[in-house]
């Protein structure tokens, strides 16, 4: 086998969230949109976050958030459980990671793949690595068109990557 070297290696994964299973409510979390009914309550045997936009509201992209501590190349994992109910018109819940240089502007962002499932719980994950000259993140749960989306049982894990030290003296590759 060839010897290849890497560049960057796993040393440690961190987890910077505050209250993912929101047994303390919307404590910790951002509300981005407070035209929109965002909160915590009771619902299916558990305290989840509740997203709702009524018929009456303009489709947007209401969210709740958490500001997150992230440098280049950091990779970035958030897993939840989501659902929506008398979901129309847009994408539905789900969750993303939005990424802002040092001006605070939105460099790009990750989401999670849409919800095909309704009236049900689903697991939902988004991946993303944090790219260059990034200062800060955001991860956000979502809801975008009319209904209501439910999360609970939020996590994140934020690994993140430093160089190796280059390999000393001759290296052979053998194809």
Known sequence: MPFLPVIFSVLSAISGLTNGS?????NGWEISSPQYTCKAM??????????????????????IYQILDVAEGDFLEAH??????????????YMCFEFFDAD?????????????EKDQW???????????????AR????????????????????TTAEPLARPEGAITLTL
């Open 139 to 158: 991860l956000l749960l979502l809801m975008n068109g009319f209904g209501r989306a439910f999360f609970d049982d939020v996590t994140y894990i934020n």
């Open 104 to 116: 605070a502007k939105r460099m790009n962002y990750s989401q999670s793949p849409q919800l095909l």
């Open 22 to 26: 929101f047994d303390e409510g919307l």
């Open 122 to 136: 689903v697991p939902v994950t988004v991946r993303a690595v944090a790219p260059p000259g990034v200062k800060s």
């Open 42 to 63: 009771h619902y299916d045997g558990k305290t989840v976050a509740t997203i709702i936009v009524l018929p009456t509201q303009e489709v947007s992209f209401p969210s």
């Open 80 to 93: 939840a459980v989501a659902r929506h109910e008398d979901f129309s018109q847009g994408y539905g819940a």
